[in-house]
């Protein structure tokens, strides 16, 4: 138990369906980050928030819209999907890094919810 | 560019010693990562480096030598249930302290 939990754990969508991803983190941690993971590639990192204000879009398509209403909440609403985005979508949580802060700031995963567009 | 190298697959007995090595070329350099990730789960958090040395902890032990672009994750004493795949992640510097990942090493470990 990472303490960052995810629902749904799996996700099968047409490319005509809005669905959302829901993550949650119980660590007291102030920045939470969507990752994609598919096979044959490393890790790619989609979205950042920093106290609830996203300091990070690593260039996603617009069908993938981030919502973090508090710290411990973040959402992935996904809108008119291709089947090139079927992967793992994994969140992750860590103290949130400060100007001059010196925190490891080491990022704690949730399981990922397995996604599937047909 | 930026590049993080590691072996695609390895193969190890149970009760060995396995060395999984990473290399980096990134622009900066403000730590470097090792997580562990099972099949179907979460990538677990397994040690983080910023200075030169070896940090040992438990079965685990992580190295670093930043002037080689190099570091090491040394797995004693394997158990069938080491068998995942380790993820190297090195962290960037100033504002972008994002994560840079290799693609995993799949560590088979059989009996």
Redesign the interface.
């Known amino acids: 138990e990472t303490g960052v939990t995810q629902t749904p754990r799996h996700l099968v969508m047409g490319m005509t369906n809005k669905k959302s991803l829901k993550c949650e983190q119980h660590l007291g941690h102030n920045a939470m980050y969507w990752y994609k993971q598919s096979a044959k590639k490393p890790l790619e990192l989609m979205f950042v928030y920093n106290f609830k204000e996203q300091t990070e879009n690593n260039s996603v398509p617009s069908r993938f819209s981030p919502e973090c209403p508090n710290s411990s909440h973040l959402f992935l609403h996904l809108h008119t999907l291709q089947p090139e985005d079927s992967a793992l979508y994994l969140c992750a949580s860590s103290q949130a890094v400060l100007s001059g802060g010196a925190s490891t700031d080491t990022q704690y995963f949730g399981p990922g919810t397995r996604l599937t567009v047909l | 560019g930026q590049n993080?190298d590691q072996p695609t697959e390895m193969t190890a007995t149970e009760g060995a010693i396995v060395q999984i090595n990473c290399t980096y070329q990134t622009s900066g350099f403000n730590?470097l990562?090792w997580?562990q990730q099972h099949a179907?789960?979460?990538?677990?958090?397994l040690s983080?480096n910023?200075l030169d040395g070896l940090e040992e902890k438990g079965r685990f032990s992580s190295f670093l030598s930043r002037s080689k672009g190099y570091s090491y994750l040394l797995l004693k004493e394997l158990q069938m249930k080491d068998s995942a795949s380790y993820?190297c992640?090195v962290r960037g510097v100033g504002n972008n302290?994002?994560?840079?990942?290799?693609?995993?090493t799949s560590l088979a470990v059989n009996p």
């Open positions: 993080i730590g990562f997580y179907g789960e979460a990538p677990t958090f983080y910023v993820l992640a302290r994002k994560l840079i990942w290799g693609l995993g």
